[in-house]
Nanobody, 125 residues
Framework: QVHVVEPGGGLVQAGGSLRSPCPAP????????LAWFRQPPGKEREGMSCISWSGVETVYSDSVKDRFTISRDNTKNTVYLQMNSLKPEDTAMYYC??????????????????WGQGTQVTVSS
């Protein structure tokens, strides 16, 4: 059975950092590009970052570029999101997801076939 396990979320002050792991036991991990999405309260889900199966290719949205870093460890079936210089507007539910392909064609939700349940990240001012 495939599932993606969401990490524990966190409460952090503005300017702080948080590193979120997302293990995916049961997933044929190297077959998929992986991504992080977020959904602030009352807003649409936003694709933030994607990493290809090998880790060589990464893609970021403008809203998180230069602050967030996506990485993966294929030996641990885990994708990570390092979040630095956090702002109150980064407060959202965060999700990891597996793309239907092994490369980052996009960060659009319909193209992602396996999803975690989401975890809350709250940034206080």
């Amino acid at each position: 059975q495939v599932h993606v396990v969401e990490p524990g979320g966190g409460l952090v002050q503005a300017g702080g950092s948080l590193r979120s792991p997302c293990p995916a036991p049961g997933l044929l991990f190297v077959a998929y590009a992986l991504a992080w999405f977020r959904q602030p309260p009352g807003k649409e889900r936003e694709g933030m970052s994607c990493i290809s199966w090998s880790g060589v290719e990464t893609v970021y949205s403008d809203s998180v570029k230069d602050r967030f870093t996506i990485s993966r460890d294929n030996t641990k079936n885990t994708v990570y999101l390092q979040m630095n210089s956090l702002k109150p507007e980064d407060t959202a539910m965060y999700y990891c997801a597996a793309h239907r392909y092994s490369v980052c064609l996009d960060i659009q939700a319909p193209d992602y076939v396996h999803w975690g349940q989401g975890t809350q990240v709250t940034v206080s001012s």
